[in-house]
């Protein structure tokens, strides 16, 4: 059955066409996002759905929306949906953080001159009639420094603009090497030395809890005076009752503002002061832009929905097209690794490390480590994924670690999983063969070479004499058929382990008559996903 995605806002129909080119059931209702009853109502019946910003994604929606696997948002704000709520239901949400960075970028750089030139309060003067030549003296942009906050995506690119402006530019951003300041041409500086020192500010950064209020009353007294601002941004980067203030004083000479605290603004302290340029959230708004947002979102949603790819995910580790073939039997590897621990463990999990031997240490591993945990999840709750599997692990206070090492064995690469609980330590290692398929090469140290099977049943016991006799009798007489086994121990008389493949799950009943000997300690019936 081909994948159903909504589109609830309006999507250029080149957009809506590149789902139907792929295979999907699309169902375009360019309204809906704006009846919020109406969408909870037959949200449940689609795979995906493609939004820009009229559509709220709340946890009420994302709760109804019970067959809803990813969610794409066409642009880069994702402040409407509520991506924990999505993140517990393992609904992926991607954005197109690239779509309209160019768009982005040239809207600030016009609100500077806009601001330095006072163009909207002089082009207004002119036109009522008046002459006010020497009422609008400007500055100059070039030779001036500008401060920018946030050196991604925009940033780096109004970076490149301001440079070609012949501008000084000087960059805050905490995830800005030496390195890549140096190839932009850039000088990396601590906010405080950016507001000493900037004639121009302008902000590039998402709105988080570190980063709101990053200009606040006490920020805005170290910038320079005679600074102008501008935010392109987010609104509530900015006190915009501080900057009111700081404007009326004269400390700062303007500012341009697209974005604001409660938007539709339809009021701000800002509003009404002289050389302020405020415009209604245009900053994706070109004609290029939103087309390729459109075309961004509908690719990533199809290449998810039918290839397994995932890109530009807020929420989830990205798996290119190109890898996910190559990831998928690998990531199929890491949910039976899960699995196993997570069936033969009665006690809460303390901590968890993830070893990743040769070929598997250069691959995704943040997507294996994401399916391992939801593998060793499912048992306790059904409907986790890769999405909410590392949230719940967080929640529980679990401590989880990674080791990537070169190739170390007679395997080209594999991943082994080792869990500790109040009351013991467990493990275990696998890796795919050339047919793609799992395989166990190791359980609790004890190399073994074992496929997975549908129903299979775990049984650790000491090494003794007639073990395979007892349980293939005690077996045979419950009508339980043992397709195939495999058979591992450290040492002659130590630990052993037995992996018996059977036709259906073990009976409790069936379980005691096993664990009656008092050489077994443990049996635990096993059920994996073979398809």
Same mark, same amino acid.
């Given at each position: 059955?081909?994948?159903?995605?909504?589109?609830?806002?309006?999507?250029?129909?080149?957009?809506?066409?590149?789902?139907?080119?792929?295979?999907?059931?699309?169902?375009?209702?360019?309204?809906?996002?704006?009846?919020?009853?109406?969408?909870?109502?037959?949200?449940?019946?689609?795979?995906?759905?493609?939004?820009?910003?009229?559509?709220?994604?709340?946890?009420?929606?994302?709760?109804?929306?019970?067959?809803?696997?990813?969610?794409?948002?066409?642009?880069?704000?994702?402040?409407?949906?509520?991506?924990?709520?999505?993140?517990?239901?393992?609904?992926?949400?991607?954005?197109?953080?690239?779509?309209?960075?160019?768009?982005?970028?040239?809207?600030?750089?016009?609100?500077?001159?806009?601001?330095?030139?006072?163009?909207?309060?002089?082009?207004?003067?002119?036109?009522?009639?008046?002459?006010?030549?020497?009422?609008?003296?400007?500055?100059?942009?070039?030779?001036?420094?500008?401060?920018?906050?946030?050196?991604?995506?925009?940033?780096?690119?109004?970076?490149?603009?301001?440079?070609?402006?012949?501008?000084?530019?000087?960059?805050?951003?905490?995830?800005?090497?030496?390195?890549?300041?140096?190839?932009?041409?850039?000088?990396?500086?601590?906010?405080?030395?950016?507001?000493?020192?900037?004639?121009?500010?302008?902000?590039?950064?998402?709105?988080?809890?570190?980063?709101?209020?990053?200009?606040?009353?006490?920020?805005?007294?170290?910038?320079?005076?005679?600074?102008?601002?501008?935010?392109?941004?987010?609104?509530?980067?900015?006190?915009?009752?501080?900057?009111?203030?700081?404007?009326?004083?004269?400390?700062?000479?303007?500012?341009?503002?697209?974005?604001?605290?409660?938007?539709?603004?339809?009021?701000?302290?800002?509003?009404?002061?002289?050389?302020?340029?405020?415009?209604?959230?245009?900053?994706?708004?070109?004609?290029?832009?939103?087309?390729?947002?459109?075309?961004?979102?509908?690719?990533?949603?199809?290449?998810?929905?039918?290839?397994?790819?995932?890109?530009?995910?807020?929420?989830?580790?990205?798996?290119?097209?190109?890898?996910?073939? +190559?990831?998928?039997?690998?990531?199929?590897?890491?949910?039976?690794?899960?699995?196993?621990?997570?069936?033969?463990?009665?006690?809460?999990?303390?901590? +968890?490390?993830?070893?990743?031997?040769?070929?598997?240490?250069?691959?995704?591993?943040?997507?294996?480590?994401?399916?391992?945990?939801?593998?060793?999840?499912?048992?306790?709750?059904?409907?986790?994924?890769?999405?909410?599997?590392?949230?719940?692990?967080?929640?529980?206070?679990?401590?989880?670690?990674?080791?990537?090492?070169?190739?170390?064995?007679?395997?080209?690469?594999?991943?082994?999983?080792?869990?500790?609980?109040?009351?013991?330590?467990?493990?275990?290692?696998?890796?795919?063969?050339?047919?793609?398929?799992?395989?166990?090469?190791?359980?609790?140290?004890?190399?073994?070479?074992?496929?997975?099977?549908?129903?299979?049943?775990?049984?650790?016991?000491?090494?003794?004499?007639?073990?395979?006799?007892?349980?293939?009798?005690?077996?045979?007489?419950?009508?339980?058929?043992?397709?195939?086994?495999?058979?591992?121990?450290?040492?002659?008389?130590?630990?052993?382990?037995?992996?018996?493949?059977?036709?259906?799950?073990?009976?409790?009943?069936?379980?005691?008559?096993?664990?009656?000997?008092?050489?077994?300690?443990?049996?635990?019936?096993?059920?994996?996903?073979?398809?």
């Amino acid at each position: 059955m081909a994948p159903r995605v909504l589109v609830s806002d309006e999507l250029s129909e080149t957009a809506v066409q590149i789902f139907r080119d792929r295979g999907i059931d699309v169902d375009f209702q360019p309204k809906l996002g704006k009846d919020k009853e109406k969408l909870a109502e037959i949200i449940g019946n689609y795979d995906g759905l493609a939004i820009r910003s009229a559509t709220k994604v709340t946890e009420k929606l994302i709760a109804a929306a019970t067959n809803l696997k990813v969610v794409g948002r066409a642009g880069i704000g994702v402040d409407n949906v509520d991506i924990p709520a999505a993140s517990k239901r393992g609904v992926i949400v991607m954005n197109t953080p690239f779509g309209n960075s160019i768009t982005t970028a040239e809207h600030a750089i016009a609100l500077m001159f806009a601001v330095a030139r006072q163009i909207p309060s002089a082009d207004a003067s002119t036109q009522a009639g008046k002459w006010e030549k020497s009422k609008f003296m400007g500055v100059e942009i070039t030779g001036k420094t500008l401060g920018v906050i946030g050196a991604g995506n925009i940033g780096s690119i109004v970076c490149a603009r301001a440079l070609g402006l012949k501008m000084r530019v000087i960059a805050y951003d905490p995830f800005l090497s030496a390195e890549r300041a140096q190839e932009m041409g850039v000088t990396k500086v601590e906010l405080d030395d950016l507001l000493a020192q900037a004639d121009f500010i302008t902000l590039h950064v998402p709105m988080t809890d570190k980063t709101r209020g990053i200009l606040n009353k006490d920020a805005i007294a170290k910038t320079k005076p005679g600074v102008r601002i501008v935010n392109c941004a987010r609104g509530g980067l900015v006190d915009e009752a501080a900057l009111a203030e700081a404007l009326k004083s004269g400390h700062v000479a303007g500012a341009g503002f697209d974005v604001f605290e409660v938007e539709p603004a339809t009021e701000s302290p800002l509003f009404g002061l002289p050389n302020v340029v405020c415009t209604p959230h245009l900053g994706a708004s070109t004609t290029e832009a939103q087309e390729n947002v459109a075309l961004q979102v509908a690719e990533q949603m199809s290449d998810y929905l039918v290839k397994g790819a995932v890109s530009n995910a807020i929420n989830m580790p990205s798996i290119t097209a190109e890898e996910a073939p +190559i990831l998928k039997p690998f990531i199929r590897l890491a949910d039976v690794l899960g699995a196993f621990v997570g069936q033969v463990t009665d006690t809460a999990i303390k901590e +968890i490390e993830i070893l990743y031997d040769g070929s598997t240490a250069s691959m995704n591993t943040k997507a294996l480590t994401s399916a391992l945990l939801a593998g060793l999840i499912r048992s306790q709750v059904a409907d986790v994924n890769m999405v909410s599997a590392p949230i719940m692990i967080k929640e529980k206070g679990v401590i989880l670690s990674e080791v990537k090492r070169d190739k170390s064995g007679v395997y080209d690469g594999y991943i082994k999983l080792t869990v500790t609980t109040d009351k013991n330590t467990r493990s275990v290692a696998g890796t795919v063969f050339s047919d793609g398929k799992p395989r166990f090469i190791q359980i609790k140290g004890i190399n073994m070479d074992a496929d997975v099977g549908a129903n299979m049943v775990y049984i650790s016991n000491t090494d003794v004499p007639g073990m395979i006799g007892f349980m293939g009798t005690t077996l045979g007489a419950a009508g339980v058929n043992i397709a195939n086994f495999q058979l591992g121990r450290d040492k002659q008389g130590g630990d052993a382990i037995a992996l018996l493949y059977v036709d259906e799950p073990l009976k409790d009943d069936v379980i005691a008559k096993l664990t009656a000997n008092e050489a077994i300690r443990q049996v635990k019936p096993l059920v994996f996903n073979v398809d």
